[in-house]
């Protein structure tokens, strides 16, 4: 038979024991803590009609979509890419609420490409948001849940980065840009390419040509947000998205190892609309968690509502926590006496893992990840180390 029919797609893999109990055990601590600060679950559908799911996202989103025809409507479908606009969805769409509403959410999403050359096209998406407050500490709150999943966790010494698309975007209103050159400048940005934002920003006047370039030097502690209030134009919504950063870098600051102010970050650019940010732990290559405001999204949906949130890709998560200690089972006779019935019974209310040995496995027995077992001893039956007496 041709194993090659049993190859999965590339960057797609199959999640086996233990790293599959270990995943679950990870997103019941996380959804537990979220459920003990007021987010309730939500679990939205894998797939949606395309519309749906792509509205008020941006372009991004569309190109790391799997799309379908649906058999039934004729219809396109796609598969998500993220859950975030779907929970968006339901917040303004379906719950109706008027004040302040917290969700959270776990489940897999699918991408057409992967993000990296070593990231998967199946991330295991878990994130909490909130709706329906429109100042910094809603913010605050949001990055303070995220820190507090990442240190129950097990990770230490986490990075923050911060940032606001606010910036950016005011200083591309008063210059007046086209969608065209503000495309070209954002790009620019994210790569840092100063000179290219040097020839881009040459027709632009003085003092807003000079305020882009400096964008990319904006980056450091704290004393950022001093020297940009002092060297970017005094916009209103410059000078708003300085004191929104000031509000979470005073309440952040004792919270992470370190917490870098970067005000060139435009991440999610086309999505977000607000402070943005990125949380990274030693050891890994890419952001552990990421998040930021996304006021409008809920506009597309026929209600705009103020919202924040963040997400984490549970699977890279796991493999930067420190290991669990996970108790083996205890290997049990197979058998129907009553008395035997009763402990395993016990056993198992106790939390223990209780594995049936039945007949004719003898010589496999180690693979049923057991190290004790239930033995006779006297009228009863006791606990002791596999193969022990």
């Known amino acids: 038979m041709n194993a090659r029919r049993w190859l999965l797609p590339e960057y797609v893999e199959d999640i086996l024991p233990p790293e599959a109990q270990r995943l679950e055990g990870l997103r019941a601590r996380l959804?537990?803590?979220?459920?003990?600060?007021g987010y309730q679950l939500v679990a939205p559908p894998l797939l949606e009609y395309l519309e749906s799911l792509l509205t008020g996202t941006g372009h991004d989103l569309d190109l790391r979509t799997f799309k379908l025809v649906d058999q039934l409507s004729g219809r396109t479908l796609g598969v998500r890419a993220d859950i975030t606009p779907q929970v968006a969805r339901i917040d303004a769409h379906l719950l109706n609420r008027e004040g302040v509403t917290r969700l959270c959410y776990c489940g897999s999403v699918l991408h057409a490409v992967p993000a990296g050359t070593a990231r998967t096209r199946e991330p295991l998406q878990l994130g909490a948001e909130l709706y329906g407050h429109a100042g910094p500490e809603s913010d605050v709150e949001i990055q303070r849940l995220m820190l507090e999943a990442l240190e129950a966790a097990g990770l230490s010494g986490v990075h923050l980065d911060l940032g606001h698309v606010g910036l950016f975007r005011a200083l591309a209103l008063a210059a007046k840009l086209d969608e065209g050159l503000e495309a070209a400048l954002f790009q620019s940005l994210q790569r840092k390419d100063v000179p290219e934002l040097r020839e881009l920003t040459t027709g632009l006047p003085a003092a807003l040509r000079d305020a882009v370039r400096l964008l990319p030097s904006l980056y450091g502690g704290p004393e950022v947000l001093e020297a940009a209030a002092e060297r970017l134009p005094p916009l209103p919504e410059v000078l708003r998205s300085l004191a929104e950063l000031?509000?979470?870098?005073?309440?952040?600051?004792?919270?992470?190892?370190?917490?870098?102010?970067?005000?060139?970050?435009?991440r999610g650019y086309h999505y977000h609309s607000g402070a943005v940010f990125a949380a990274y732990a030693p050891g890994g290559a890419n952001a552990v968690a990421l998040g930021g405001r996304y006021d409008e999204v809920g506009r597309a949906f026929g209600r705009a509502r103020p919202a924040t949130g963040f997400s984490i890709d549970l699977r890279e998560l796991a493999a930067l926590s420190p290991a669990q200690h996970r108790r083996r089972g205890i290997l049990a006779p197979w058998g129907d006496e009553a008395a035997l019935a009763k402990e395993v019974a016990r056993l198992r209310a106790a939390g223990e893992v209780v594995v049936a040995d039945l007949p004719g496995h003898h010589d496999s027995r180690h693979e049923l990840d057991c190290d004790r077992e239930l033995v006779r001893h006297g009228d009863g039956w006791r606990v002791v180390a596999l193969g022990g007496a």
């Open 31 to 37: 959804l537990d803590l979220f459920a003990s600060h």
């Open 246 to 266: 000031r509000v979470l870098v005073k309440a952040l600051e004792g919270q992470v190892s370190e917490l870098l102010v970067d005000l060139a970050e435009l």
